[in-house]
């Protein structure tokens, strides 16, 4: 495997066009993704019990087995609490984008994101479809812009894509993601759209977002916020023409990994630019007994305000990590508990085997003072291990969501 | 049943004395409470796995059903995360406090509060405990410093106390208690003591407590931290003569009713004074199917960041609110939820059964201006009905949590 350019348009058979529609002020608000080729379609979707009209319309396509050809998505607005007009709107915008690009409404995927319970501008959406189905293309130029057109509080645009060899094939996985509040396990605010060029077993390619979301997305935290419009969508087109790939052929582990390095770079970059953040927090915990409870204590440290704003003081305050880990109701013996801190100014133990250990407090300033920290929580000597990313609370996260109704 | 002066000495029998004992600096940050009568006690502790020493310690008094005499507490160290010198340290608390007043080890509760992680100071600690017995007073100055000793980051102190009639006896409840970061449903840290001079039977004491946690203190949320000593501890001494209090007997229910008013208000001191906290919320859950659903969703309303920045901001951001009940995990329509904020400036319906609702933005910035919003969600035809406290996220919090190694 090796990283490429290209984003969401690495893969082959895939174009999009990219436009300001409005929506938002002069920026680019919306953008349509066409696969030349039916594509195999999987999807995650918010837990939230309030979701979003697209995501009941995406979810539908996705149930229902429907090969599509499109994906339509807005930014600005994220037609969430909308009522029956937003049904209704979610539907129009699927049967504008059909029409133009001669498929059937069920073959195109909606996106909305944004401010919650304002009803979209259903003038600007429909001549702003128009725009982008005219610009399609499958530059990097668009790629970027598709990328940059469905983010909403983002401070960059994310796009990862990768190749690999299948059978002799080369096949790529690209995509694009959004951020940045709203972030938090059972997935975020989320939009993230993957393509490949790969043939893909449906039931396969369903199976393998299932597990793919739950190491990456659900193991970032940003506020601790479920969003109503969380999605990830991936579309398969078969354009490669490498063989199709199920569980147990050949070249499927290498196929799997790919995809969830996809997945999991785009999580990461999410929490990066999560709003405010100053800081980048890895936390890896080892020698749990069972992943659910490496899971568990490794989201619950990183999800903690209260370490958060440690790490925004750069304080190697291990009791509210060692804390937050004591209510993640996972099960682990605090007595063997082994916190290290590690960055790029060194690394510093400061809890072994649950006793403190006397730290030097200049050095451990100089080792938390860097934008990226690493967690490492050994919690016993069971052979499971999980890796959780979030960020530090800031002024600035405080000031983002005091001010801006998103 | 009437409210009156004289907080956790409110009750015939108790006395309390406390002295700056050098933990924090110059301040008051160690009590001994001593009851002239042995006294039935029930507990209720912190479910996080991470136990400080001095709550298994109190966990184990609970348990056996021991009577006490007395209740020993610090601020300033939690005696938390410090291994077994944590655990002979709590224990030479109460040895020293019981060889002061003439009773057993295992009639003194001892509870701890502050900085996690670091050996207490034993020196101060014994030699503190000396005077706090030498001064053990049951007036209302001496209740007030009692108060003060058990306070960490908190900016007030936190007293409460009532006067009933049960059956021609009065009798009194009072308590005291410190909050003020990591509160969070499930109990949070802090420290609540509540004295009674009725008679109460032993095992009626603990269930009731138990019931009565969960709508007062496992309806609060500062920060979505669960410590490592929350605990609530409440001493029966029988002093004023009553009937012995048990179900069933006339006047229990307004003895209950006393009883969880006095840990309710104490509880919502507990988030008026949140760390950082310029605004106190309120939020009503009516209309749920169940019980446990209208407490889910009100407490997840109050925890939201995303919400309590809102608020921050005054920003009737109703959707954030709408959001945070959806993953509540509690079962609702959100076609049927209709949302109100309250203040003294006036009422605002901004959603009403699903729909969002035009209103003037003026206006609502005037209500959420206010100290104190009260927010309504009915989110349906059920019968049940849960009230959750919280406050607002502030840039101050950030800095006491981003300065302050708590």
Redesign the interface.
């Known amino acids: 495997m090796k990283l490429i350019d290209g984003g969401v348009l690495a893969a082959k058979g895939f174009k999009a066009g990219s436009v300001a529609a409005g929506i938002k002020k002069k920026k680019l608000d919306m953008t349509v993704l066409f696969s030349e080729y039916p594509a195999v379609v999987a999807g995650a979707f918010t837990?939230?019990?309030?979701?979003a009209a697209p995501v009941w319309w995406d979810k539908h396509i996705v149930e229902a087995g429907h090969c599509v050809r499109a994906l339509v998505a807005n930014s600005g607005n994220?037609n969430?609490?909308?009522?029956e007009k937003g049904t209704q709107d979610t539907q129009r915008m699927a049967a504008v984008v059909a029409e133009l690009l001669g498929a059937e409404s069920h073959e195109v995927l909606v996106c909305s994101t944004g401010?919650?319970?304002?009803p979209l501008p259903m003038e600007k959406i429909e001549a702003g479809i128009g725009s982008c189905v005219a610009k399609l293309d499958g530059s990097l130029a668009s790629a970027k812009d598709s990328a940059a057109a469905i983010c909403t509080t983002d401070t960059f645009s994310k796009e990862v894509s990768v190749e690999l060899s299948v059978q002799g094939k080369t096949i790529r996985i690209g995509g694009m993601a959004k951020g940045s509040?709203?972030i938090h396990p059972?997935m975020a605010t989320m939009l993230s759209f993957i393509t490949t060029d790969a043939n893909v077993e449906p039931a396969y390619l369903q199976k393998l977002l299932g597990s793919t979301v739950v190491d990456s997305y659900n193991m970032i935290s940003v506020?601790?916020?479920?969003?109503?419009n969380d999605t990830v969508l991936v579309l398969a087109n078969g354009a490669s023409n490498s063989v199709v790939i199920n569980a147990g052929v050949e070249g499927e582990e290498e196929f799997a990994e790919a995809f969830l390095y996809v997945h999991t770079e785009l999580a990461k970059l999410i929490v990066l630019d999560g709003e405010g953040a100053g800081k980048f927090i890895e936390m890896t915990v080892s020698g749990a007994k069972t992943k659910e409870d490496a899971r568990l204590i490794a989201r619950s440290a990183i999800?903690?305000?209260?370490v958060k704003?440690?790490f925004?003081?750069a304080?190697a305050?291990?009791?509210?990590i060692?804390?937050?880990?004591?209510?993640s109701k996972a099960?682990?013996d605090?007595?063997a508990v082994t916190v290290t801190y590690t960055s790029d100014a060194g690394t510093i133990t400061v809890?072994e085997h649950?006793?403190?250990i006397a730290f030097d407090e200049s050095y451990a300033k100089k080792v938390l003072r860097e934008k990226v920290i690493r967690v490492q929580a050994q919690v016993g000597d069971g052979t499971e291990s999980a890796i959780a990313w979030g960020c530090d609370?800031?002024?600035e996260?405080?000031?983002?969501?005091?001010?801006y109704?998103?």
Do not use: H, Q
Not at 115 to 118: P, S
Not at 317 to 320: A, E, L, S, T, Y
């Open positions: 837990t939230n019990v309030v979701k994220a969430a609490c909308t009522g401010v919650i319970g304002v509040g709203m059972d506020d601790g916020d479920t969003s109503t999800s903690s305000s209260l704003a440690a925004f003081g304080d305050n291990w009791g509210r060692l804390c937050a880990m004591g209510y099960s682990f605090p007595e809890l649950g006793s403190p609370l800031t002024y996260y405080v000031r983002i969501n005091g001010d109704r998103s």
